[in-house]
């Protein structure tokens, strides 16, 4: 079976392609892509692979948006650390649509919904039912060794998380600044989207941490933190449209 991986975190995308070798040798992964741009520009100059398995936000775009473009009739698994693209998923040929972080188990069985034929639509309710089973559960605080001592830091005093020199730091509200360690892909799927959005490759930010917006060049935006940040936080224009959805949610 060839699979194409459409994923924009490199360590989320890894991972799937590591969890497809454990449960089948066999299948082959052509290439991961990262975008919607770079998946469209890859499908138009590639044959259809067998089977894609595709995150639904992407930095530049939802990936609906590739399917909706390209002639692909090929199943697709979708996912999705998000679980309100649920009813969007029926428009295209999906056998399955797993919560992140992906767990083996989920894809296996996934894989074995195509193998056994039953790769049409998911039925809305079978669809819903795999939603309701598998509900996200949100960190309600981190725990961070200091010295020799644990901390527990809840998730509502903090302000936002950053990364600097291959470290991800925890910033709360009252400017304590802590050292994590796990990288901001690991963070931004264990924290409620409704409060946090990744702001940048650099950033994660609370919508309470926010003092100012700032229209920036070429379609971007300039935000400002408090407790202040120690970098100037800019949100790329692709990101954009996303980011201003999430302000008015």
């Keep these: 079976m060839k699979v194409v991986i459409i994923e924009d975190e490199s360590l989320a995308g890894k991972k799937i392609e590591s969890l497809l070798s454990e449960i089948d040798s066999t299948i082959k992964v052509l290439t991961t892509l990262k975008s919607v741009e770079g998946a469209l520009e890859w499908f138009n100059e590639n044959p259809n692979p067998d089977l894609v398995i595709s995150d639904i936000r992407l930095l530049d775009g939802i990936s609906f948006e590739i399917f909706d473009q390209i002639d692909y009739s090929n199943p ?107 990288t901001l892909e690991e963070v931004d799927q264990q924290i409620d989207p409704k409060l946090f959005f990744r702001a940048n490759r650099k950033y994660i930010t609370r919508f309470s941490s926010i003092s100012e917006i700032h229209p920036y060049f070429k379609g971007r935006i300039k935000i400002n933190l408090s407790p202040e940040a120690d970098d100037e936080i800019v949100i790329s224009s692709e990101r954009t449209p996303e980011f201003k959805k999430w302000l008015d949610q």
């Design 76 to 182: 697709v698994i979708f996912t999705t650390a998000y679980d309100q693209y649920a009813i969007k998923a029926f428009d295209v040929n999906s056998v399955d649509y797993l919560l992140k972080p992906v767990q083996k188990e989920k894809l296996e069985k996934a894989l074995g919904k195509l193998k056994s034929n039953k790769s049409s639509n998911v039925p809305f309710d079978e669809l819903m039912a795999v939603i309701q089973n598998q509900q996200k559960e949100y960190k309600s605080r981190f725990m961070i060794k200091t010295g020799q001592k644990i901390l527990a830091v809840p998730v509502d005093k903090i302000a936002y998380f950053f990364s600097q020199n291959k470290l991800t730091y925890i910033v709360a509200q009252d400017g304590k600044k802590y050292p994590y360690d796990q």
